[in-house]
């Protein structure tokens, strides 16, 4: 059993950067895909970013190519989303996810067996 907790979300304006972090317990973090997903209000949850259990491989949604680094750090079990450009409609509650599937990196939210409770993102204009 994984469990995710996220953190690092806020109020920023447009155009503006956050972190988010997202820390996992167990000793099996680095057998895991790592992935970020969003939901805003009113609308189904979106695949932002996905990381390899190496992190040498990435993918990103188009929507934040560019704007967004996934990254994670094995040692310390923490998988982190580096935003910058923030623009109003990146505004969702952010959630990270954690999958056994054995490829190198998972795009779709069906695939993740774990997830944490989300953090909130709020961008003004």
């Known amino acids: 059993q994984v469990q995710l907790v996220e953190s690092g979300g806020g109020l920023v304006q447009a155009g503006g950067s956050l972190k988010l972090s997202c820390a996992a317990s167990?000793?099996?973090?680095?057998?895991?895909?790592m992935g970020w997903f969003r939901q805003a209000p009113g609308k189904g949850r979106e695949f932002v970013s996905t990381?390899?259990?190496?992190?040498?491989?990435?993918n990103y949604a188009n929507s934040v190519k560019d704007r967004f680094t996934i990254s994670r750090d094995n040692a310390g079990n923490t998988v982190y989303l580096q935003m910058n450009s923030l623009k109003p409609e990146d505004t969702a509650v952010y959630y990270c996810?954690?999958?056994?599937?054995?490829?190198?990196?998972?795009?779709?939210?069906?695939?993740?067996?774990?997830w944490g409770q989300g953090t909130q993102v709020t961008v003004s204009s």
């Open positions: 996810a954690g999958s056994v599937r054995l490829k190198a990196t998972v795009r779709d939210a069906g695939e993740y067996n774990y």
């Open positions: 167990g000793r099996t973090f680095s057998s895991h895909v």
């Open positions: 990381i390899s259990r190496s992190g040498a491989i990435t």
